[in-house]
């Protein structure tokens, strides 16, 4: 078969044959029907995935909807070593998959999977955000932020608010935002936090950290759940304690890799019904299989769009 093939850390994935992988007890093989790129697929090749070590040569490729002999289709991640999703043929945990309704996009199906879980999963299972709620999401310029203002409007906010740099900050509104708040100038950081929600933030849901944590949690109500999920902006923060009392703010740390199966499979079940309904999008720039080396670059110069990789 044909697969995007790392042969060395931090290797551009190429094109080349691989041997098919084969079904066994509790595996099966299906056909690649759309794999999505990640920040994530970038740290294994880079052998800084803590989780999944690179073990070369091996196919790249975190995550991918695949279609099984019978047609069903499933949402796939991690297929065993030395396996990945960039190839014709992806193996299957029978235990470890999600199940796409028929009628959804599987393109927009994979693309729900990491980004739109991570976002979910904040929101409901860590922040316990209620109905009527306010949300702040840091990083909405990005697939994970805008699938994460949508799950908030779809689990009941009442007022959501995205901030991101710059051009990124300007289709926020198209993804759900009731307001944008442009991360650009620090100076005008908290007037624009302030102007967007004057009541403050319920939960606040980062993607950025650095230095735009301090920012976010001056403007958190008393008692918000602030829910960190990625660092984009800086590993570190500086972060006053007399915020964190005078706010009795709960600062939770989200990690998707870390939260139960069965809550992800739940999670996905419920982002693949609103899809369904229309409740979400995605600015999806579709790619095929053999121009992998390519696409690869584009990911790693940050995307604008989500790419999504057809055999």
């Known amino acids: 078969m044909r697969a995007a093939v790392v042969h060395q850390p931090g290797a551009t994935p190429v094109l080349e044959q691989f041997t098919d992988p084969q079904p066994g007890p509790g595996v099966s093989v299906g056909a690649l029907v759309a794999a999505t790129l990640n920040p994530l697929d970038v740290a294994f090749v880079n052998d800084q995935f803590p989780l999944r070590r690179l073990q070369p040569p091996c196919i790249a490729g975190y995550e991918a909807v695949v279609q099984l002999a019978d047609g069903t289709r499933w949402y796939v991640t991690a297929p065993p070593s030395p396996y990945g999703t960039l190839a014709e043929l992806v193996p299957v945990a029978d235990s470890d998959r999600f199940p796409v309704p028929a009628g959804l996009d599987p393109a927009l199906a994979a693309a729900l999977g990491v980004a739109g879980m991570a976002g979910w999963l904040a929101l409901d299972y860590r922040a316990h955000l209620q109905p009527g709620e306010?949300?702040?999401?840091?990083?909405?310029?990005?697939?994970?932020?805008?699938?994460?203002?949508?799950?908030?409007?779809?689990?009941?906010?009442?007022?959501?608010?995205?901030?991101?740099?710059?051009?990124?900050?300007?289709?926020?509104?198209?993804?759900?935002?009731?307001?944008?708040?442009?991360?650009?100038?620090?100076?005008?950081?908290?007037?624009?936090?302030?102007?967007?929600?004057?009541?403050?933030?319920?939960?606040?849901?980062?993607?950025?950290?650095?230095?735009?944590?301090?920012?976010?949690m001056n403007h958190a109500k008393r008692g918000a759940r602030y829910i960190q999920v990625g660092n984009a902006a800086g590993a570190a923060s500086t972060i006053p304690g007399l915020v964190l009392r005078n706010k009795l703010l709960t600062l939770v740390g989200h990690s998707l890799f870390a939260t139960p199966a069965e809550l992800r499979r739940s999670a996905y079940v419920q982002l693949a019904g609103h899809a369904i309904d229309g409740k979400f999008t995605m600015d999806l720039e579709q790619t095929r299989l053999e121009d992998i080396s390519g696409t690869w670059e584009h990911l790693k110069a940050g995307a604008a769009r989500k790419l999504v990789v057809t055999p």
């Open 134 to 216: 306010t949300v702040l999401v840091l990083g909405a310029g990005g697939s994970a932020g805008r699938l994460a203002m949508q799950s908030a409007r779809a689990l009941g906010a009442s007022l959501v608010v995205g901030a991101a740099r710059g051009k990124d900050s300007s289709q926020a509104a198209d993804f759900g935002a009731d307001a944008v708040v442009d991360l650009a100038d620090e100076q005008a950081i908290d007037a624009g936090l302030a102007a967007a929600a004057p009541g403050g933030y319920d939960v606040i849901v980062d993607f950025l950290w650095g230095g735009v944590a301090p920012h976010a």
